[in-house]
């Protein structure tokens, strides 16, 4: 048994060995891109790696995941029973404008430096999106600028390149040992790829649904997002859809919407969007968090209301972000009337009870500073 762990750490180093040759920089390509040099072999390898179109969404949410985004918009939608159209959406780094076409040509990549490993793996050899552009309909680049974010939208012919006919079940989920949350069965289709990233990569919100529900979250986080900006509360640098929620008119959402966005939608769901008459969609994140120990979700709970299927749990539409921010207002608002009376209060806890909220706030005699 001594020996054995000797041989194995060889092979590890004997692979990574392998791989640094494998990976060996052919040209420069600026902006920390590099084209890779690599075996045929390794070439092969990588091509079978695009099986289904599950594997298509897993690249394309990584890449998304691995730009640092902290918004990841997975529109999923099915034409004529046959055709299924992706766009992924993400808020990360963007893509320099000289790179748009070479992405899609083999081993090149941005990550040489550092080979990134997650749930599903190392990667980083510039192989997903050619593999992906041999096996579909067409993939392209509809929109990426730096420090905004990037879209890339995939039309598949499911007769050729296969997917799971449940794509509306979410896996079960429950607590593990260690308090975390694991997948404990069901399908493995694309809400349960992206149920794997949202627990393997937590600070990632995933969105998921179709061209027009991943149009009105889009339009309504926007929206939040111009009312902060505007109030001067956020700072934060602008996704490509910023512009999205100051459009008031149908016929503009849906040509921003095709153009910019890579979702295609009529001017009828457009105007739906406006009148709100589809509302946004919650996370997969926060669907999880109201699922644990619980049977499958399905693709359905991730509607906001009017489809709420809690009875009175009116108290449940309101998001663990948003008590937060109530939290944070009435803390504010507290500082002025606790200072009259000499009083200062802990954050407030908030509970959701069935049609209500209990806030409880604890209050100290105010310290002299
Ligand atoms: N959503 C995205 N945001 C920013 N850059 C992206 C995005 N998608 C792709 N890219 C850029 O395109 C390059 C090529 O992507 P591709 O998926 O083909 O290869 P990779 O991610 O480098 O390695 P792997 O083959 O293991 O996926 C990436 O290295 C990255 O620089
Ligand atoms: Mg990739």
Known sequence: MEGKPKSDDLMVFVKKFADLNALTVEEDLGHGYVRLRVTEAERRQALQDIR??????????RNARDAGATHIYVAFQKEKGRWRNVSVLDDGQGIPAELHRRIFEARVTSKVRDLVEDHLGIHGRGMALYSIKQVVEQVRLVNSEVGKGTVIQARIDTHRL????????????????????VISGGPR????????????????????????EILSTLYHHSSDMRKSWASGRQKDRHPLW?????????????????????LAVSERNAFRVLEYEIPPLISINELLSRFENEPSAKRADLHRSPKMNWGDQLARR?????????????SEVFQDIGNRYWLAAESPVIKRRKDRLIISMRLHEKEDD
């Open 242 to 262: 910023f512009e999205l929620g100051g459009i008031r008119e149908g016929r503009a959402l849906q040509q921003f919407s095709v153009e910019k966005l890579g």
């Open 189 to 212: 289709n694309v809400p349960r790829i992206l149920t794997e990233f949202v627990l393997n990569s937590g600070k990632t919100e995933i969105f998921f649904g179709s061209n027009a």
């Open 52 to 61: 289904n179109v599950e594997d298509v969404v897993k690249e394309l949410v």
């Open 318 to 330: 309101i998001s663990p972000q948003d008590l937060k921010l109530l939290g944070r207002r009435l």
């Open 162 to 181: 296969p997917e799971k006919k449940d794509q509306s079940t979410f896996p079960r989920v429950e607590r593990g040992e260690e308090g975390t949350l």
